[in-house]
Every structure is written in structure tokens, then in C-alpha cells.
């Protein structure tokens, strides 16, 4: 078994030679690699575009299932008596992006997507929750579930999209589209946290009376709003993070945050003005609007970004080709030189005269030697070559720094959120009091909340035993 490298004077390129059987040499040219990387990484772009119009869709049902939420926890909050024509409208909207996102799963199903396991498995999900939705709409037209269990019911649902698009953005390969990959996933959990706001606050609204546990969850979701948002702003373009920032300023916010502030400070079963459940709605829902622009505007900056990186891999390619034709149809200057020398018949000269010493000893004329110095300052060399290696090597290795560095971000919300539920569900804990828990931990032992969290989810069940809430 060897490898041999060597100029193949026919075919005019580097080619290497790796053997087995000594009798059986099987060809391998540089531009075959060269080449052949480029192509796979335009495939991977293009992947990763049809990837972004998955995401597209998903985001579009996510929100659509949203306005749907809401109104049918203002509907059965207040008994049938608000909301009729909202409701109705949000699941007649709903239903076609549903469809269309069933065709973007099929499109997906492709072999040359290339799905992975974990991304088919998330479709099966998603589906068998979209499969239950036409039953728990029919309920609530009846008004059978509670408005809790209707919220709880929808965010399910939800809950499995945003998972989707966890997935995909974990699972992106270049380093430029999963930052704003990254970006777009806290935007979208940051918008879904506001979507359960607007429908536990219409419910409370619409009830006229102030129950503590919904209360209580008001307040986990806006401090569940602040942190997502706070990650989208660090990962977003600064245009939509200055967006952003601008639409915090406007005095519809200002009547959210007084509406915020009603709900928060009422006393346990204090009445609260029905009459403020269409305020509450409007005001959140433009919140939730506002939200939607940035995550169409974010989803355009993604289409960009897979077009310019799929166009810039495209001139690489086709510079590969350029370069490595040159190579192929205009031999070394060395290689005539060498032809030249041969042709002559004379003695060969002592190894190391270089390209003059050669031309002087086969009797070129000193014309002919600066003909040559001249053909070679235009010809590619094999060390263009190199250096295009070089470069892509670096620029790989630059990706590879940028890639991880949003991997890390999304690792670490999973670690926390994992670790969250193993307190509640271990604890009986509220999602509020185990992020306060870990926190607490973080700043008592000058630990990283991510190691906290880690360590939490290291421990075995007997530790938590006898511990749970109130015990």
C-alpha cells in the first residue's frame, strides 16, 4: 500500500496514486478533490436553503397557532361571549400553512435533503400533534376544555415546532447562517413566550377575576420573554437588533406595561375590568405583530445569507476550475524547459542551475531565456495551487471557530432547560422557582449557571427524595 504523487504530461495535472495491489493503480487528481469539495459544500448551501424555508413555514404555523391560542382563551375565559369571530378566523388561517408545512416535510423526505434521523423523528411528532388539532378545535367550539387546559393544549403543540426549529438551527453547518439561526430561535421562543402571555392575560381579563397561579405564570413568561430576546439581540444583524430596540419605545408598549403592572399587583381573587380583556388583546397582539416583522425580516437576512455564501462558493469553484485548467493546458515553464534541454541531446548539467542555467546549457539565446522568465511570471505554479489549499484550509478552520460558538449558545440553553425540568419534575417546582434554584446555586458557589446545570442533571433521583416542594 503507498501513495505516489506525480505530473501526468498527457493529462497536464498533479495527480496521486494510492495503491493496493502493486498491479492495480487507481488514479486520483487534485482537481478531482479540489473540485469535489467545492461542489459538495455548494450541495451542503443549497441544503441548508431548503432547510430555511422549513424553518420559514414552521415559523408561520407557529405564529398562526399563536393568534389561534389566544382567541380561544379569550372565548372560553369569558363563556362563548368574546372572541367568536377571532377564533373562527385564526383556525380558518391556520389551516393552509398546516398544509403547506405538510409539503415542505414530504419535500424533506427527499433523499438529496439528506434528513437526518433526529429531524424525521421531530416531523412525526410535530404531525401527530397537528393530527389532534381538528378534535380540540371541535371541543372548544363546544366549550368543553377549560381555557387553561385549551393554552396548555395549543402550547404542546407549539412546544414540538420550536423543537423543529431547535433542531435545524443545531444542525446547521455554516457558521454565518446558524448565528442568525440562533437568533431566530430565541426570537421564536421569545415571541411564543409573549403569545402564552396575551393568553393568560386575556383569560384573566375575561374572567374578571384574579387567580394567583395565572398570575404568577404573567410574570415567569415576561421575565421568560426578556431572557430569549436578550439572546436574539446579541446574535441578530444590528440592524433588526437597533429595530428592536426602537419598538420598545413606543406607547403601545407603554398601555402593555400598565395592563402588565394591573395584572401583577391585583390581590388573589381580586376583581379585575373585563372590559380591558379587548385592550389587553390589542396591545399584546401588536407585541406579537412587531415580533412577526422581525422574524420575516430575520428569515429574508437568512435567505441572503445561503444565496450569498451558495454565490460565493460558486466563483470559488468556478476559479478552481480556471486555475486548474490553466494548469492543465499550459504545462510549467519548467516542463518546457526540461523538453527544451532533452532535445538537444547534450550532457545533463549538474542538478540545481534553475530555469537560466538550463536554457544556457541546452545553447538558448539569451532571448529565449528572458522569453521564459517572462512565461513563467504568467503562468499559475503549482504554489497557487498550494495557496488556494492554504486558503481554503483557513477559511474552513475560521468557519469551524464562528460554527461553535453558536453550537455552544444553543447547548447551553438546552443544558439549562433540561436541568429546569428535572427540578420541576423531580421538586414539583415551578418553572420560575427552578431557574431561580440553579441561579441561586450559580451566585452561592461562583459557578457557571451551565455547570450548575450540568451537575444538577448528574445527580440521582435518591438525592431528590423526600425534597419536593413544600416538604
Not at 495503491?19 to 467545492?38: E, F, G, I, Y
Not at 419598538?247 to 395592563?259: D, F
Request: proline share 3%; aromatic share 4%; hydrophobic share 45%.
Amino acid at each position: 500500500m503507498s501513495w505516489a504523487a506525480s505530473w501526468q504530461g498527457t493529462e497536464g495535472a498533479w495527480s496521486a496514486n494510492y495503491t493496493t495491489d502493486p498491479d492495480q493503480a487507481m488514479p486520483l487528481s487534485v482537481s478531482q478533490l479540489v473540485l469535489r469539495a467545492k461542489q459538495l459544500e455548494i450541495e451542503a448551501l443549497r441544503h441548508l436553503a431548503g432547510r430555511v424555508d422549513l424553518v420559514d413555514v414552521t415559523g408561520q404555523l407557529i405564529d398562526a397557532l399563536q393568534r389561534e391560542r389566544g382567541a380561544s382563551s379569550g372565548f372560553l375565559a369569558s363563556g362563548g361571549q368574546r372572541f367568536v369571530a377571532e377564533r373562527r378566523a385564526a383556525s380558518a388561517a391556520a389551516e393552509p400553512v398546516e398544509a403547506a408545512l405538510r409539503e415542505q416535510f414530504a419535500h424533506h423526505l427527499q433523499p438529496p435533503l439528506g434528513a437526518s434521523t433526529r429531524l424525521l423523528s421531530l416531523m412525526a411528532w410535530v404531525l401527530l400533534d397537528l393530527e389532534a388539532l381538528p378534535a380540540l378545535r371541535a371541543q372548544i367550539e363546544r366549550q368543553t376544555p377549560s381555557a387553561s387546559d385549551a393554552v396548555a393544549a395549543f402550547s404542546r403543540v407549539i412546544a414540538g415546532l420550536v423543537e423543529l426549529i431547535f433542531h435545524l438551527a443545531d444542525a446547521a453547518p455554516n457558521p454565518d447562517v446558524s448565528r442568525l439561526l440562533v437568533a431566530f430561535v430565541h426570537l421564536v421562543q421569545g415571541k411564543e413566550a409573549a403569545g402564552q402571555e396575551r393568553a393568560v392575560g386575556a383569560q384573566l381579563y375575561a374572567s374578571g377575576l384574579c387567580t394567583e397561579a395565572l398570575q404568577q405564570r404573567v410574570v415567569q413568561l415576561i421575565e421568560a420573554q426578556e431572557r430569549s430576546l436578550h439572546l436574539f439581540e446579541e446574535f441578530a444583524e444590528p440592524a433588526l437588533r437597533t429595530r428592536w430596540q426602537q419598538l420598545q419605545l413606543t406607547p403601545k408598549v407603554a398601555l402593555l406595561e400598565r395592563l402588565r403592572r394591573t395584572l401583577c399587583m391585583a390581590r388573589h381573587e381580586a376583581a379585575l375590568d373585563s372590559s380591558l380583556s379587548d385592550d389587553w388583546f390589542e396591545v399584546a397582539s401588536v407585541r406579537i405583530a412587531e415580533l412577526w416583522q422581525l422574524q420575516t425580516e430575520l428569515v429574508a437576512c437568512l435567505r441572503q445569507a445561503c444565496q450569498a455564501q451558495m454565490a460565493a462558493a460558486e466563483r470559488d469553484l468556478q476559479d478552481s476550475e480556471g486555475l486548474l485548467r490553466q494548469l492543465r493546458d499550459k504545462p510549467l515553464p519548467r516542463a518546457h524547459a526540461v523538453e527544451r534541454f532533452l532535445q538537444t541531446g547534450e550532457t545533463l548539467p549538474a542538478a540545481g542551475l534553475g530555469e537560466a542555467g538550463l536554457a544556457a546549457a541546452s545553447g538558448a539565446s539569451a532571448a529565449a531565456v528572458a522569453a521564459s522568465s517572462a512565461a513563467q511570471a504568467q503562468e499559475p505554479s503549482v504554489s497557487s495551487l498550494v495557496e488556494l489549499l492554504q486558503a481554503q484550509s483557513e477559511r474552513l478552520a475560521r468557519m469551524e471557530v464562528e460554527l461553535d460558538t453558536a453550537r455552544r449558545a444553543l447547548n447551553e440553553r438546552k443544558v439549562i432547560e433540561r436541568a429546569k425540568g428535572a427540578l420541576m419534575a423531580r421538586l414539583g417546582l415551578t418553572e420560575d422557582a427552578a431557574l431561580r434554584a440553579l441561579q441561586k446555586a450559580s451566585m452561592d458557589h461562583n459557578r457557571r449557571l451551565l455547570d450548575v446545570a450540568e451537575a444538577t442533571l448528574a445527580l440521582p433521583d435518591f438525592v431528590f427524595e423526600g425534597r419536593g416542594a413544600g416538604k
